[in-house]
Structure formats: structure tokens, C-alpha cells
């Protein structure tokens, strides 16, 4: 319960939270993220292989939110994998640049593919996979945050892959917003 009452209350905050937005090196906070993961389960032997030079506009603290929740899935469902392997990169999809975090794990039906990013949806029982069914709906409002979309691909016992876009962003007096959208001031 504890752990459910701070996901709702992440959520809440990422939906508020005023955007300060910078150069942000993806490649360095998902090697953090990974590090943290490591730690909290030091014998296991996860192949994680993150793109350098991952650069993107956006705010820093939300952007670690996104890798926390993407990075710490991937690690969740790969656990059950003999050789796990986890990866973040970039490719050129329509002319856009597309970040994703793909794993080898439990993967899903996407016949349920509409319901990943919704609050409390989940794919797989608790007794399979701990956790909220928060950390997803969290993803998707950060990326709405930056401009972005979020969509996700997958196949059962053969992995999953997480995509996500970031729009430019504009500067309103110092604080900045996502194309079309207001700061909020209070």
C-alpha cells in the first residue's frame, strides 16, 4: 500500500510539476538508472547496452522519472530470462527522431496494447510481476509534458519495446514549454 500511495503521489506531481527545461544527456541518467538497478540486485547478470550521445531538450528530473520507470521495467521483466538483455537507443522513424528501451523479457499481447498506459492497468498478475500498474500512466504524462507520444510494441516470452518521442520546446520568460502548451506559475 505504502508503495502505491508515493507511485500516486509521483504521478501526481509529474502532472504539476513546472517544466525547466535543458540539455539533457539521456545516456548518462540511463547509465545512473542502471547503476541503481545493479545495486539493488547485485547478482544478477542483466546485458544492458545504452547508445552514447543520447541528447534531448527537456527537464532533467522528469526524464529520469521516464528512465526509472522504462529501465526498471525492462529489468522486472527480464527476470526470468536466462540471458536478459536490455537496450536504449534512437533510430529515424517518418524523419523523427524516436528514443526506445527494448528488453527479452515477458514481453505482452498486444491485443491489450491500449491499456499499458493506463493507471492500474496491468498486463501481468502481481504474483508474476510485483508492482502499481502506475509507472506506465507516469511515462505517458511525461511525455505529454515534453510534446511527445509514447507507444509501445511487444510479443509474449519475446520482449517489449518502448517508444517515445520528445517535440521542441519554446521558452516563455525563462521557463519553458512544449509547442502549444502554457506555463503554469502557480
Known amino acids: 500500500m505504502a508503495q502505491l500511495i508515493d507511485d500516486l503521489l509521483r504521478l501526481s506531481r509529474v502532472s504539476r510539476a513546472e517544466l525547466v527545461v535543458n540539455e539533457v544527456d539521456i545516456s548518462s541518467l540511463a547509465r545512473r538508472t542502471v547503476e541503481?538497478?545493479?545495486?539493488?540486485?547485485?547478482?544478477?547478470?542483466?546485458?544492458?547496452?545504452?547508445?552514447?550521445?543520447?541528447?534531448?531538450?527537456?527537464?532533467?528530473?522528469?526524464?529520469?522519472?521516464?528512465?526509472?520507470?522504462?529501465?526498471?521495467?525492462?529489468?522486472?521483466?527480464?527476470?526470468?530470462?536466462?540471458?536478459?538483455?536490455?537496450?536504449?537507443?534512437?533510430?529515424?522513424?517518418?524523419?523523427?527522431?524516436?528514443?526506445y528501451v527494448r528488453d527479452n523479457g515477458a514481453g505482452f499481447d498486444m491485443t491489450y496494447v491500449d491499456k499499458l498506459f493506463n493507471a492500474f492497468q496491468r498486463l501481468h498478475t502481481e504474483g508474476e510481476f510485483a508492482g502499481t500498474g502506475i509507472g506506465l500512466a507516469t511515462v505517458r504524462r511525461i511525455i505529454r509534458r515534453h510534446g511527445g507520444d509514447v507507444w509501445a510494441e511487444g510479443a509474449i516470452n519475446e520482449g517489449a519495446t518502448f517508444f517515445f518521442t520528445l517535440e521542441s520546446i519554446n521558452c516563455q520568460g525563462g521557463v519553458y514549454a512544449p509547442q502549444g502548451h502554457t506555463v503554469s506559475r502557480g
Open 36 to 99: 541503481q538497478l545493479r545495486t539493488s540486485e547485485p547478482n544478477r547478470q542483466v546485458e544492458v547496452h545504452i547508445e552514447d550521445g543520447l541528447y534531448v531538450q527537456g527537464d532533467q528530473q522528469l526524464l529520469a522519472v521516464l528512465l526509472e520507470n522504462l529501465l526498471g521495467n525492462a529489468w522486472k521483466f527480464t527476470a526470468r530470462k536466462a540471458r536478459p538483455v536490455i537496450r536504449l537507443g534512437s533510430m529515424i522513424q517518418d524523419g523523427e527522431r524516436v528514443l
